[in-house]
């Protein structure tokens, strides 16, 4: 028998009206950033980064001594390492320069195999396999994702040590860099300096050692708040007086419960609220 044809639309008009739950807007802030809190604030991300955490139990990892690697020690193992005593090379009133040696330390923070040590990489290096993880400081980034490391050594220091072993035996190497050390290229900048080719030089003369895009992992104050935090982060002004001179402004975008965190771990930061990072 044929059903009346009314039915199906009787039916249909049965069928329940789906529920649609409104999605929250993202939410948005604006912060500043000083210069220190922004190299605490990556030290704390990279210290949290998986690789880095795996290589503090087994392999072996290099942090070298620096103003920003500082803080991933001082995330790593709850004790500031100081920056005259980890730090080597630095521009400070107004010249290139060095630490005071005899204020330095042992020289950078090994660990193999669990095993927490200081002195050159050199030896530790060699035994270097796939994996393994090295983390330096850079003196300049650019939107390209290049870095560059300024060199004091004639020999290339760490980095000239590092490079060629990581790149042949695929060895991770990190950067923790600030948002402040943009510079327009890196390529166009490569080919001006060179310990030799300056006649005149404010400090010591240096050289430049070029990091292509891809070659290692950058972290910065956007990488660290997204990986930290899970906001997405622009920046959008730079600079201040007085306490804020070298400081950015970021533009935060997130869902709330992630646009507290973030805030509140800056705060956090900024109070000297620091804590260790641990598996």
């Given at each position: ?31 500043v ?14 210290a ?7 290589r ?15 803080h991933v020690v001082?995330?790593?193992t709850?004790?500031?390492p ?8 630095w ?6 320069g060095e630490?005071?040696a ?35 400081g ?53 080919g ?32 660290a ?11 959008v002004?730079?600079?201040g ?8 402004i970021l ?29």
């Amino acid at each position: 028998m044929r059903g009346n044809k009314y039915d199906g639309q009787e039916k249909m008009n049965n069928i329940p009206t789906p529920t649609h739950h409104p999605v929250a807007a993202p939410a948005t802030a604006l912060v500043v950033i000083r210069p220190a809190e922004g190299q605490h604030l990556i030290g704390r991300a990279v210290a949290a980064l998986p690789q880095v955490q795996a290589r503090t139990r087994s392999g072996r990892m290099v942090i070298v001594g620096g103003s920003t690697t500082r803080h991933v020690v001082w995330a790593l193992t709850g004790s500031d390492p100081g920056l005259e005593s980890f730090a080597v090379g630095w521009v400070r009133d107004g010249v290139l320069g060095e630490t005071p040696a005899a204020g330095r330390g042992p020289g950078p923070l090994l660990f193999e195999e669990g095993v927490q040590t200081r002195g050159w990489p050199a030896p530790l290096l060699d035994r270097f396999t796939a994996g393994d993880v090295y983390i330096k400081g850079a003196n300049a980034i650019d939107a390209q994702g290049n870095a560059a490391v300024l060199i004091g050594s004639p020999t290339g220091g760490t980095i000239g040590a590092a490079l060629a072993i990581l790149l042949a035996r695929g060895g991770q190497l990190i950067l923790p860099v600030s948002l402040g050390k943009t510079i327009p290229s890196v390529p166009a900048a490569c080919g001006l300096l060179g310990q030799g080719r300056l006649e005149r030089v404010m400090g010591t003369p240096v050289g430049y050692i070029p990091i292509m895009a891809g070659c290692a992992t950058l972290i910065t104050e956007i990488d660290a708040l997204r990986l930290l935090c899970g906001v997405e982060a622009t920046l959008v002004a730079a600079g201040g007086v007085a306490d804020c001179t070298g400081a950015i402004i970021l533009h935060l975008q997130g869902q709330p419960e992630q646009l507290d965190n973030a805030w509140n771990l800056l705060s956090a930061i900024r109070e000297g609220r620091g804590a260790t990072v641990s598996a």
